[in-house]
C-alpha cells in the first residue's frame, strides 16, 4: 500500500517537497491556507499589470533553486547575467559599479574594487585587505554565529565609509539586516558562497515573468499531473498523533496521513508543533515602493544606491506587461524604520529620493504609486539565530519540517527554502522506507 503524506504549507519549501515526493509515487496531498501557491513569492493583478508582491533575485550559486525550476521546466525564464555587474551609485550623485572578471576567486573582484568610485582609494586598498581573512571564516562553526559582521569588519580595519559603501550593499540585500544586526556565521555564507569561493557563483539572474508563472502555476500543474491531491484555503488547525500515523486537522474535515512535512512558517509551525518548534526568532520587514513613470527615466535592467532610502530599484516595465511609460519597483530590506508608516508618507519620502537617484524622473507625475510589504519577510539573521533555527529531523517519526528558517545552513532566500524542501524530501522518504523494511521483518 503507498503512503499517505500531506505537506502543510504551499510555499516554496512546501512545493519543493511536495514535487520531490511526488516523483517517489507516494500518495500526496498539499494543503495551504491561502488561495494561492508560492508563499512570499505571488503576484497579483493590479489594473492590466502583473505585480510580483516583491522582487526576488538569484546567484548563479542557487543550484537547488535552479533545479527546481528545471524540474518545473521554467529555468528558461530567469535572465541570468553572464558575468555580474552591479550599478551602483552614491547620494551625492557619484556613479560606480561592482562586477567582475573571469579570472579565478577571489581575483575575479580585485579589479572592480580597484576602481570602485564609491570608495576612496585608500577605503579601496582596506576593503580589499579583509578579503583574505573573510574566505578563512567556516560558515559552520558555531562561534561565527554568536559574533555580528559588523564587529568582525571593524576589527579587520573596516571603517564606516567601506561598511556603508560596500558590505553592507550585499548584507542588507542578502540578510534583510545591517553588519552591525548579522550573523558573522550567514555572513561569512554570504560572502563565501555567493562572492568569493567561485568566480561565477556571484552571477545575477532576474525573473523575466511574473512569480506566480514561475513557482506557484506550474508547480501546481507539475503536483496535478503526478496524482498529487492540492487543497487550498485549507487551513490546518492541529496534526494529530494516530496509531501508526497522524491526523491533519483543517476547518473542514480531518485528513489521514503516515507521515506529514509542516512546511509553514516558523510561527505556524510552533503552534501545530509546540513541542518541536520555538518561534524565537523573530522577523524582519521587507517593502517595496511601485512607481509608474509616464515616461522612462532609466536604461538600467537594475542598479544599487548609498546613502539613500533608494537601496535598490528595478525596471518591472516588461515584466509586468506595461506598454507605455516605465514602472520601478524600490526593495526596501532592513526596513522596520519605514514598515509603518502609511502610503501618503512613503510617497512623499520616496518621490523626492527617487528623483535625486533618476533625474529624468524629475518633474514627471506618476500615473500610479503602491507599496507592498511584507512583515515576516524573513527571520532576524541576527547573532544566536544558528542555534534557534530547528532541525528539520524532528525527535517524532513521519514527522520533519522545511522552511527557510529550519537549519539549512543558508540564509533565509528561495535557494535556502528550496534546500529545505528537498533534504525534508529525502529524510521523510528514508523514514518511510525504513519503516516498510521493518514491518518486512
Same mark, same amino acid.
Given at each position: 500500500?503507498?503512503?499517505?503524506?500531506?505537506?502543510?504549507?504551499?510555499?516554496?519549501?512546501?512545493?519543493?517537497?511536495?514535487?520531490?515526493?511526488?516523483?517517489?509515487?507516494?500518495?500526496?496531498?498539499?494543503?495551504?491556507?491561502?488561495?494561492?501557491?508560492?508563499?512570499?513569492?505571488?503576484?497579483?493583478?493590479?489594473?492590466?499589470?502583473?505585480?510580483?508582491?516583491?522582487?526576488?533575485?538569484?546567484?548563479?550559486?542557487?543550484?537547488?533553486?535552479?533545479?527546481?525550476?528545471?524540474?518545473?521546466?521554467?529555468?528558461?525564464?530567469?535572465?541570468?547575467?553572464?558575468?555580474?555587474?552591479?550599478?551602483?551609485?552614491?547620494?551625492?550623485?557619484?556613479?560606480?559599479?561592482?562586477?567582475?572578471?573571469?579570472?579565478?576567486?577571489?581575483?575575479?573582484?580585485?579589479?572592480?574594487?580597484?576602481?570602485?568610485?564609491?570608495?576612496?582609494? *585608500? $577605503?579601496? +586598498?582596506?576593503? %580589499?585587505?579583509?578579503?583574505? #581573512?573573510?574566505?578563512? @571564516?567556516? !560558515? =559552520?562553526?558555531?562561534?561565527?554565529?554568536?559574533?555580528?559582521?559588523?564587529?568582525?569588519?571593524?576589527?579587520?580595519?573596516?571603517?564606516?565609509?567601506?561598511?556603508?559603501?560596500?558590505?553592507?550593499?550585499?548584507?542588507?540585500?542578502?540578510?534583510?539586516?545591517?553588519?552591525?544586526?548579522?550573523?558573522?556565521?550567514?555572513?561569512?555564507?554570504?560572502?563565501?558562497?555567493?562572492?568569493?569561493?567561485?568566480?561565477?557563483?556571484?552571477?545575477?539572474?532576474?525573473?523575466?515573468?511574473?512569480?506566480?508563472?514561475?513557482?506557484?502555476?506550474?508547480?501546481?500543474?507539475?503536483?496535478?499531473?503526478?496524482?498529487?491531491?492540492?487543497?487550498?484555503?485549507?487551513?490546518?488547525?492541529?496534526?494529530?498523533?494516530?496509531?501508526?500515523?497522524?491526523?491533519?486537522?483543517?476547518?473542514?474535515?480531518?485528513?489521514? *496521513? $503516515?507521515? +506529514?512535512?509542516? %512546511?509553514?512558517?516558523?510561527? #505556524?509551525?510552533?503552534? @501545530?508543533? !509546540? =513541542?518541536?518548534?520555538?518561534?524565537?526568532?523573530?522577523?524582519?520587514?521587507?517593502?517595496?515602493?511601485?512607481?509608474?513613470?509616464?515616461?522612462?527615466?532609466?536604461?538600467?535592467?537594475?542598479?544599487?544606491?548609498?546613502?539613500?532610502?533608494?537601496?535598490?530599484?528595478?525596471?518591472?516595465?516588461?515584466?509586468?506587461?506595461?506598454?507605455?511609460?516605465?514602472?520601478?519597483?524600490?526593495?526596501?530590506?532592513?526596513?522596520?524604520?519605514?514598515?509603518?508608516?502609511?502610503?501618503?508618507?512613503?510617497?512623499?519620502?520616496?518621490?523626492?529620493?527617487?528623483?535625486?537617484?533618476?533625474?529624468?524622473?524629475?518633474?514627471?507625475?506618476?500615473?500610479?504609486?503602491?507599496?507592498?510589504?511584507?512583515?515576516?519577510?524573513?527571520?532576524?539573521?541576527?547573532?544566536?539565530?544558528?542555534?534557534?533555527?530547528?532541525?528539520?529531523?524532528?525527535?517524532?517519526?513521519?514527522?520533519?519540517?522545511?522552511?527557510?528558517?529550519?537549519?539549512?545552513?543558508?540564509?533565509?532566500?528561495?535557494?535556502?527554502?528550496?534546500?529545505?524542501?528537498?533534504?525534508?524530501?529525502?529524510?521523510?522518504?528514508?523514514?518511510?522506507?525504513?519503516?516498510?523494511?521493518?514491518?518486512?521483518?
Amino acid at each position: 500500500m503507498t503512503a499517505q503524506v500531506v505537506v502543510v504549507g504551499g510555499g516554496l519549501a512546501g512545493l519543493t517537497a511536495a514535487c520531490e515526493l511526488a516523483d517517489r509515487g507516494l500518495d500526496l496531498t498539499l494543503v495551504e491556507a491561502r488561495a494561492r501557491l508560492g508563499g512570499v513569492t505571488f503576484s497579483f493583478s493590479r489594473g492590466d499589470l502583473v505585480v510580483d508582491n516583491g522582487q526576488h533575485v538569484l546567484l548563479r550559486c542557487y543550484t537547488a533553486y535552479l533545479d527546481f525550476l528545471r524540474k518545473l521546466g521554467v529555468a528558461h525564464h530567469i535572465e541570468m547575467q553572464p558575468r555580474m555587474r552591479i550599478p551602483v551609485q552614491g547620494a551625492d550623485g557619484t556613479l560606480g559599479s561592482l562586477s567582475r572578471t573571469a579570472l579565478p576567486a577571489p581575483l575575479h573582484l580585485f579589479g572592480s574594487l580597484a576602481t570602485y568610485k564609491l570608495l576612496s582609494l *585608500a $577605503d579601496r +586598498v582596506r576593503a %580589499a585587505r579583509a578579503v583574505p #581573512a573573510l574566505r578563512r @571564516l567556516d !560558515p =559552520d562553526d558555531p562561534r561565527l554565529d554568536e559574533q555580528s559582521l559588523g564587529d568582525w569588519l571593524r576589527a579587520h580595519g573596516q571603517n564606516a565609509a567601506t561598511i556603508a559603501a560596500l558590505w553592507n550593499l550585499i548584507t542588507v540585500a542578502a540578510l534583510n539586516c545591517d553588519a552591525d544586526e548579522a550573523s558573522l556565521a550567514l555572513a561569512a555564507k554570504v560572502f563565501r558562497t555567493g562572492l568569493l569561493d567561485r568566480n561565477e557563483n556571484c552571477d545575477i539572474g532576474v525573473p523575466a515573468v511574473p512569480l506566480s508563472e514561475l513557482h506557484g502555476e506550474p508547480a501546481l500543474a507539475y503536483l496535478r499531473a503526478r496524482g498529487a491531491q492540492v487543497r487550498l484555503h485549507a487551513a490546518v488547525k492541529e496534526i494529530r498523533r494516530r496509531d501508526n500515523g497522524f491526523e491533519v486537522v483543517t476547518g473542514e474535515d480531518t485528513l489521514a *496521513a $503516515d507521515a +506529514v512535512v509542516v %512546511a509553514t512558517p516558523a510561527d #505556524a509551525a510552533a503552534k @501545530l508543533a !509546540p =513541542d518541536i518548534v520555538t518561534d524565537e526568532l523573530g522577523h524582519s520587514p521587507i517593502f517595496n515602493v511601485h512607481v509608474i513613470f509616464p515616461r522612462r527615466v532609466t536604461e538600467l535592467p537594475f542598479f544599487a544606491v548609498v546613502g539613500s532610502p533608494v537601496q535598490w530599484a528595478f525596471d518591472r516595465t516588461s515584466v509586468s506587461g506595461l506598454t507605455r511609460g516605465q514602472y520601478l519597483a524600490v526593495s526596501v530590506s532592513a526596513a522596520s524604520e519605514w514598515i509603518d508608516l502609511p502610503v501618503p508618507r512613503l510617497r512623499e519620502l520616496f518621490l523626492p529620493e527617487i528623483a535625486r537617484v533618476l533625474p529624468g524622473s524629475a518633474g514627471q507625475v506618476p500615473t500610479d504609486f503602491f507599496v507592498t510589504k511584507e512583515r515576516a519577510a524573513t527571520f532576524r539573521q541576527q547573532p544566536g539565530s544558528g542555534r534557534r533555527r530547528a532541525a528539520q529531523r524532528t525527535g517524532t517519526p513521519g514527522l520533519v519540517l522545511a522552511g527557510a528558517w529550519t537549519a539549512t545552513g543558508w540564509p533565509d532566500t528561495m535557494e535556502g527554502a528550496v534546500r529545505s524542501g528537498q533534504n525534508a524530501a529525502m529524510l521523510l522518504s528514508e523514514q518511510l522506507s525504513a519503516t516498510v523494511s521493518e514491518v518486512a521483518r
